[in-house]
């Protein structure tokens, strides 16, 4: 009789610990989740302010490279084309070398608009 006592004690006292245990566990979740939340709202208000941003920024650098002449826009793309190719080789990041391709693109397509359009408005003979 003695022995199931002190068989029981130890297991009460496992069961208690393990319910202790569970419920810190949910506690933290619980928190963890609640700031995960908060943080995902505060970044959700601000979105927009800054979808407004990059929109102006990219209004911006949309209007420079159209005002801006062939020579300069066929540098500025060789400088960016080259400028990737060397992170290319050099071992960075791949997403490093895609963000250095962007303006190189960019310009590479306004001066194919500019180009396209100069062929497309020839006039009849």
């Keep these: 009789m003695a022995a199931n006592q002190t068989t029981s004690r130890p297991s009460s006292q496992a069961d208690s610990k393990t319910e202790s245990t ?9 928190d963890v989740a609640t700031e995960v939340a ?9 979105l927009p302010e800054a979808a407004a941003t990059t929109r102006g920024a990219v209004e911006e ?3 420079r490279m159209e005002a801006g002449s062939d020579e300069m826009l066929a540098m500025g793309a060789s400088f960016s ?3 990737a190719i060397g992170m290319l080789i050099g071992g960075a990041n791949r997403i490093l070398v895609a963000l ?3 303006p190189a ?7 194919l608009d500019r180009f396209g359009g100069r062929t497309n408005t020839r006039r009849p003979s």
């Design 22 to 30: 569970a419920r810190d566990i949910a506690a933290t979740t619980r």
């Design 38 to 46: 908060d943080r995902a709202s505060a970044v959700a208000s601000r």
């Design 61 to 63: 650098a949309a209007r």
């Design 81 to 83: 084309f080259g400028l």
């Design 100 to 102: 250095a391709l962007i």
């Design 105 to 111: 693109t960019a310009m590479g397509f306004t001066l």
